[in-house]
Nanobody, 123 residues
């Protein structure tokens, strides 16, 4: 089992920045690729970003490429999502997820999920 707890969400004006954090506990953190997904009201959960087990390779949705950066610290069992140039359409609940495989873009590929943190961007 892996437990994931997100933090860092909040209300920010358009153009601003936020850093989300995800703390992992349980099984060895470095065994898992990590991802961030988001879900807006009435919409499906969408892929945002992912990072491989070593942290050497990252993946991004086109909608966030160049604005968001995913990173991880395996010594601290943490994964981060730094978000900049935020837009109202980035408003959603953001979820951290752990993936024991190598399929990064789809939610069913992830084995464990956090409870989510709300990000609201005002215009």
């Amino acid at each position: 089992q892996v437990q994931l707890v997100e933090s860092g969400g909040g209300l920010v004006q358009a153009g601003g920045s936020l850093r989300l954090s995800c703390a992992a506990s349980g099984r060895t953190f470095s065994y898992f690729a990590m991802g961030w997904f988001r879900q807006a009201p009435g919409k499906k959960r969408d892929f945002v970003a992912a990072i491989n087990k070593s942290g050497g390779t990252t993946y991004y949705a086109d909608s966030v490429k160049g604005r968001f950066t995913i990173s991880r610290d395996n010594s601290k069992n943490m994964v981060y999502l730094h978000m900049s140039s935020l837009k109202p359409e980035d408003t959603a609940v953001y979820y951290c997820a752990a993936n024991s495989g190598s399929a990064y873009y789809t939610a069913p590929a992830y084995d464990y999920w956090g409870q989510g943190t709300q990000v609201t961007i005002s215009s």
